[in-house]
Every structure is written in C-alpha cells, then in structure tokens.
C-alpha cells in the first residue's frame, strides 16, 4: 500500500542508483550549494516536503504567499526557492529546460532540472509569509539575503547523504518511518517539535500531549507513540549544540522516562524560518509525511519575539483542519508548584501565586552559573549527558562557539559519487 | 532600586554559598525550583534596558520566565560580588558604572 502524505498524495523518492546517477550528471554544468539549500534538497528527495518535487516556480510562490496553498490548491504556507545571482546564472548557464549537478561539499548531490527563472518582491514575500516586513525578524532577514533571481524546477537526488555520527540512527525518512510505528504496532503518533535540549517542562508536554491523543484507545497494548522529531538546521552562537539536543532527547527514553513501547526520536533538516503561525501549518505537513497522526502545539508556535499572538498557530490551523491529515493537540505550559512539590500543568495547579515557571533559558542560566539543576526540573542523566556532550563535541561548551561552528563534524557528508 | 520588576537570578553554588556564609548573608538566599538556593537582584525597566544594551548576549525571557536571563558568568560574578560588598540586592547601578 502506498504511504500516503500531505494533500492525499502518495511520498515518493526522488532519488537516482548510483550507477543511473553516474550517468545522468555526466558532462552537466556544476553548480555549488550552501547548507540550506542542502537542507531542502533532502527534504524534498525523500518526500519530506511531499507534495513538493523540486523548488517552487513562480506559480507556486505567488500561490503560497498569496493563499498559503500551491498553484495545485493544496495547502503549503512557506516557499522552498532556489535563489542565485544573476552574475551566477550566467556564469553556469543556467538556462529553463536545461539540467544542472548541484554539488555540496564539492560532490554531486542532485539533478536539478531548470524550469523558470524568475524574480519576486521579497517584502511582499516576508509580509505575506512572516506577517511583517522588519529585517530584525529572521525568517525576513533570510528573505531580504536571497539572491535577486529564484529558479525553479525539479530535484532528484544522485548521491545519498552520508549521516554522521551520532546522528546516524536518528535520520528517519518518511518511508522508514512508517515501518517503525508498524513495528511498534502504535496507531497514533503525537509529533513533538523540538531545538532544545530537554528538561522537565518539555518532558511533561510530551506525556501530556501522549495523554491526549491515546483518548479512546484501548489499554491492553501501548498504541500511542512519541515521535520527537528534532530541527537540525543553521546554528547560532548560543544555541545547544546539535549533538547534545538529539542524545539528550533519546535520553528520556534510554533512562526510563518513557521506553521503547512509546517513544522515539528523529531529525529532520530544516532551517528554521520563525514564521510562528505560517511555520506550525508547514511543520504539520512535514509531521504528516513522517506518518504521524497527530502534532503537538504550545503557546506561541515556532514565533519569534513579540510577533505573534500565543495562540495565532492555533487559530490559523482550525482555518484548514479539514485539510490537514493530522490532529493537533494543544498544550498548556508546565511549571513547577512547590505548593504541590511537582511538576504541574498551569491548567491543573490552582497555587498561581507560588508557580515558578521554568524554560530553557533559566535551566541554562543555572548550568551557567556552575549549578546542577533539581532532578524535578532537570534529569541528571540529561544533565549529565550534556556535560559529557560538552566535552566530546562542543569543545569543553554545550553551546554553540565560534569553534565549534568551525570545528564541528557535520550532520552529514555528501561524499565522491561513485557507480 | 530592590522594587524593579525584572530578576536576575544569582544561583547560588557552594562557592557563591561559602562566601555569602563568611559574610553573614546566607539568609538572602531564597529557595527556587524544587530545592535551589538563588538571589533575586531586580532591574527596573531602565536598568533591564541597559543591561540588554551593553551585554549583547543577555536575553530578557519575556515568554515564560519575565527575568533577565543568559548573563555571563563573569558579569554575573561581578554583580554577586557587589552583592556581598554591599551586603544589598540593590547593587545594579554600581555594576552598570563599571560599562
């Protein structure tokens, strides 16, 4: 049976054998990309951003700022361009109907079939996409960085990303997924978005919203499943470095905290644009490829400041519920009560004048300040993980530095192609 | 000016408790998130302000937390010290003569 995505379409692969691929490049212009263009190319390839199968053309572009839809009326809310120079369009021929190699890390990676070369407005492109056209926004910032032309046209994938280590068992593409929720025989599966590594208040959103979607469902067997699906994209200096976010979500897992019987976790690459409301409807597509059946939304979505209202994604999504194929599942923040002596939902707990409310900034203010964090709002083995991560990866911080984003191993390698 | 509106929150580690032990303080300590001790110091809006301008990483947590977050250790050495000089929470504009 075909697996089924976004917009009822079946997720297909978009990618080449080797030996094919070998043949289809050879004598084609080469054409080097940066990593979010990377990013996009293997989330197009394997059906990641199905319906998609190349970037947009100027139809789709208008389409999506104009309606949140693609040209075909299926819903999308955020363009996936290819954007280069003019000067760089002439210096590798680029030209519609015909096909270029895009390379990365100096290897083959994708065919590229051009289609149409175009250009549109960018601040009409960041107001109708981010709500606003101020470049301290960094979905608009990205926007205003785009080259003058886009090209649009279709992508298929000659040369499998080598996932690095330790990243390897975490990189689940759409089909694959799939065979993991048969294996485990869960029937729902509740998406929980993540960049962050976790603490106590992230782990009770993810039991929380587990609750939730298990409803009806009979007890005799697990049937729901956690799928964390972890955004590896563009790092910024004081970020969690990569590694410490993806071993310290597993953690949860390994330590107990939840088994194998319901909880899993993924990447997905992706360059995270903060479009908050606009972005929740994209993640609810991406989430729907991966075969989840339900997306977990907290306040604020994805936002970014003080643009977007706490519950705008919320509001936004009910506007197309019917065409998505996936439940979301809303949920309240989780603070600590020490009236109650726990962790409590601000919608259970009534002793609102002693709430202490936590999130990741404070938890890593208190690691800043050379403190190890209660193991009610902070696991040890996370805790300690982070630290180990630290050392091993993020040369003695478990924030992102200068050296690391030089030093770092990447996620992943696009290696020589070879037949 | 202890009435501002914005903490910074001083965690306290067995250093910073040793040293406000020594210097008769460690009463100052309030208790935080299941079992930590920490300082409170408030910024008024002038204050958060000036701080955010002049520590470029700092970060005011208006989502969740309203406190003024991802000081430096160093920077935040520099306002614990004050605090034990000055055996006062009300240290912010000394600190913020030193920028």
Redesign the interface.
């Known amino acids: 049976m075909a697996a089924i995505g976004h917009g009822r379409k079946p997720i297909v692969e978009r990618i080449l054998e080797p030996a094919e691929a070998v043949k289809k490049i050879q004598g084609l212009p080469q054409v080097p990309i940066r990593s979010q263009i990377a990013n996009e190319v293997i989330g197009i390839s394997y059906g990641f951003f199905s319906p998609l199968e190349g970037f947009m053309n100027s139809a789709d572009v208008d389409s999506v700022c104009k309606k949140m839809r693609l040209a075909s009326g299926v819903v999308w809310s955020i363009p996936i361009v290819f954007d280069m120079s003019d000067a760089e369009i002439g210096k590798y021929g680029i030209t519609p109907g015909k096909s270029v190699v895009l390379t990365y890390m100096g290897n083959p990676m994708a065919l590229f079939e051009v289609e149409e070369i175009f250009t549109y407005d960018k601040k009409e492109m960041a107001q109708a996409i981010y709500g606003t056209t101020e470049d301290k926004h960094p979905g608009c910032a990205r926007t205003y960085k785009y080259a003058e032309k886009f090209i649009g046209g279709k992508i298929t994938l000659v040369n499998r990303p080598k996932i690095n280590e330790p990243y390897g068992p975490y990189f689940i593409t759409p089909l694959e997924m799939r065979k993991k929720f048969e294996e485990r025989g869960w029937k729902r599966i509740v998406a929980h978005q993540t960049r962050n590594v976790p603490h106590t208040g992230h782990e009770w959103l993810m039991k929380g919203a587990w609750s939730q979607t298990y409803a009806e469902l009979p007890i005799d067997k697990p049937y729901v499943g956690v799928l964390v699906n972890a955004i590896i994209g563009e790092k910024r200096k004081?970020d969690y470095i990569d590694e410490a976010i993806i071993l310290t979500q597993d953690e949860l897992r390994k330590s107990g905290y939840f088994g194998d019987h319901n909880h899993l976790t993924s990447l997905t690459f992706w360059d995270m644009r903060y479009a908050g409301p606009k972005e929740a409807v994209f993640h609810s597509i991406l989430r729907t490829n991966l075969g989840l059946t339900h997306h977990m939304f907290g306040?604020?979505h994805a936002g970014v400041g003080?643009y977007y209202g706490a519950y705008d994604a919320h509001n936004l999504l009910a506007t197309i519920q019917d065409e998505l194929d996936i439940t979301p599942v809303y949920s309240m923040?989780w603070l600590?009560c020490?009236h109650c002596?726990e962790v409590t939902s601000e919608g259970l707990c009534n002793h609102k004048s002693e709430w202490?409310?936590?999130?990741g900034?404070?938890i890593?203010?208190?690691v800043?300040?050379?403190?190890k964090?209660?193991?009610?709002?902070f696991r040890p083995e996370v805790f300690d993980l982070v630290m180990e991560c630290a050392e091993k990866y993020g040369f003695g911080s478990p924030f992102v530095t200068d050296e690391y984003l030089e030093k770092r191993t990447p996620v992943f390698s696009i290696e020589p192609l070879k037949a | 000016m202890s009435e501002g509106k914005y903490p910074i929150n001083l965690w306290v580690n067995e250093e910073r408790y040793a040293k406000l032990q020594a210097a008769g303080l460690a009463d100052m300590c309030k208790e935080a998130m299941a079992g930590l001790k920490v300082i409170y110091v408030y910024a008024n809006d002038a204050q958060k302000d000036k701080i955010l301008q002049v520590i470029p990483q700092a970060k005011f947590d208006s989502a969740t937390t309203k406190s003024i977050e991802l000081i430096p250790r160093k920077q935040k050495d520099k306002i614990f010290d004050l605090v034990i000089q000055k055996k006062s929470i009300d240290v912010l504009d000394d600190f913020l003569k030193t920028f």
């Open positions: 004081g306040r604020d003080t923040n600590y020490p002596g202490q409310k936590f999130s900034t404070l890593r203010s208190i800043d300040d050379g403190v964090p209660p193991r009610l709002i």
